[in-house]
């Protein structure tokens, strides 16, 4: 019943921006942690993002730090990680994820998550 859905991926030439939504639904979103991570080809999925059921503390992966900002509208129970600044190396399928608010939760670690979308491919060319 629980269904995130991912939107906004594409392609677009480096230094170029754009801005992935997640679309929840049958899940109180307001009690629930949020996170963006990315798996490119060949590689582990790693954690891109997160931002915790109050919007007042986000985490992000050192190789987003600046370019990167997460954030969350509840009246729309929708996620959003504006990427500016795009590089090459940013080309993955970017999945989001929630999990219902715990204390002992690690927003970085996706086996923490209790739910993920289909994932939305991002490819920055060079």
């Known amino acids: 019943q629980v269904q995130l859905v991912e939107s906004g991926g594409g392609l677009v030439q480096a230094g170029g921006s754009l801005r992935l939504s997640c679309a929840a639904s049958?899940?109180?979103?307001?009690?629930?942690?949020m996170g963006w991570f990315r798996q490119a080809p060949g590689k582990e999925r790693e954690f891109v993002a997160a931002?915790?059921?109050?919007?007042?503390?986000?985490y992000y992966a050192d190789s987003v730090k600046g370019r990167f900002t997460i954030s969350r509208d509840s009246a729309k129970n929708t996620v959003y990680l504006q990427m500016n600044s795009l590089k090459p190396d940013d080309t993955a399928v970017y999945y989001c994820?929630?999990?219902?608010?715990?204390?002992?939760?690690?927003?970085?670690?996706?086996?923490?998550?209790?739910?993920w979308g289909q994932g939305t491919q991002v490819t920055v060319s060079s």
């Open positions: 931002i915790r059921w109050s919007g007042s503390t986000t």
């Open positions: 049958g899940l109180t979103f307001s009690n629930c942690n």
């Open positions: 994820a929630a999990v219902t608010f715990k204390p002992m939760a690690n927003l970085r670690k996706g086996s923490d998550y209790d739910y």
